[in-house]
């Protein structure tokens, strides 16, 4: 049963992990424009070519450094369920995790597990010429 219940919170971290892979990054603040389409890109970031300069002033996710699984609803184990939910989640300058919402939810009990689980994971947070910024990402 342990690891029945084992399996499935790996299948709901695994989706959540992908989904959040796949998802959109939103940096809030002011706009920039880059001086070539292709500057800043993750291409550019760390290889010392693209613009010629040390400094990347391109805009870079939020990376994500740790994210405990989600607990499985009480008496929902056995049932065969792999529920997906995804959240619209801000990651402020700071890293914290702040006004989540619910984008498409799985169930009451199922949505209250992945936002808990969310609160708790950890992030380096988005950056626009290497400042922090808030981001929203969807997860």
Known sequence: MKSERRGIACAIVFGVLTLWSAGSVYAQGAPHTNPRPDAGTDTDADTGTGTGTDTDTGLHPPHLLDSPPPQFPSGREGQGLHPTVILLVTITPDANVTDIVVEHSAGADFDAAAVEAVQTWTFEPATSAQ???????RV
């Open 131 to 137: 400042s922090p910024v808030s981001s929203r990402i």
